[in-house]
């Protein structure tokens, strides 16, 4: 079974300032997709940023970059120019290939942004 | 863009009552659907996943009569908590695959069992 690990409980950054979220997942297979989802006070489920493993380019989305390294199975989230409304629990997600597959989700990370 | 329509967002019932918490997509078909479960600054627990028109999946652990999942529609997807208990209060999200691939949340359901 596939599992995702991450290490930070919790993380502050200061407002305009560069954090980046761990993530590590343990998987057999070779295709794949992984995900950061951000889960603001609202609760509401947020896709920040999505992975397929095939792909070696790391995506991008704004102010918002992975660095995906398939062969140490990590997917760390960069979060650049912090804003106070990046404040929020962050998950990192794992999915196999296939329609309908379901999530896993690592632990989360609480980021806490400063002013 | 695709959504899925939870409701209620918060609930209270008594405890021995039963609760329905309805799932419903606005604009697209949702063939499958996933039901989770979150205590305070923890992860999502799935509980079940959900396929239009056949049984639900159970995880381990998840007990399958006290939870009861409906799909009987490609636009519904209901969760209902059968004689709740205190320890069943919980916050709940159900989660839609997209047909483009993907998933869309709901927002949640806070149930309070007193």
């Known amino acids: 079974a596939q599992t995702v690990t991450q290490s930070q409980p919790e993380m502050s950054v200061q407002e305009a300032e560069t954090v980046t979220l761990s993530c590590t997942y343990d998987?057999?297979?070779?295709?794949?997709?992984l995900f950061w989802y951000k889960q603001p006070p609202s609760r509401q489920m947020i896709l920040v940023i999505r992975?397929?493993?095939?792909?070696?380019q790391n995506a991008t989305e704004n102010r918002f970059s992975v660095n995906f390294q398939k062969a140490a199975k990590s997917f760390s989230l960069k979060i650049s120019d912090s804003q106070l409304g990046d404040a929020a629990m962050y998950f990192c997600?794992?999915?196999?290939?296939?329609?309908?597959?379901?999530?896993?989700f690592g632990a989360g990370t609480i980021l806490r942004v400063k002013s | 863009g695709a959504v899925v329509s939870q409701h209620p967002s918060r609930v209270i019932c008594k405890s021995g009552t039963s609760v329905k918490i309805e799932c419903r997509s606005l604009?697209?078909?949702?063939?499958?659907m996933f039901w989770y479960r979150q205590f305070p600054k923890q992860s999502l627990m799935l509980m079940a996943t959900?396929?239009?028109?056949?049984?639900?999946?159970?995880e381990q652990g998840v007990e399958k009569d006290k939870f009861l999942i409906n799909h009987a529609s490609l636009t519904l997807s209901t969760l209902t908590v059968t004689s709740a208990h205190p320890e069943d209060s919980s916050f709940y999200i159900c989660s839609a695959t997209l047909p483009m691939g993907g998933y869309t949340f709901g927002s949640g359901t806070r149930l309070t069992v007193v």
């Open positions: 998987t057999s297979e070779s295709d794949y997709y």
């Open positions: 604009d697209f078909q949702a063939t499958t």
């Open positions: 992975q397929e493993a095939y792909k070696q």
């Open positions: 959900s396929n239009e028109g056949s049984k639900a999946t159970y």
């Open positions: 997600a794992y999915r196999s290939r296939g329609y309908g597959n379901k999530l896993v």
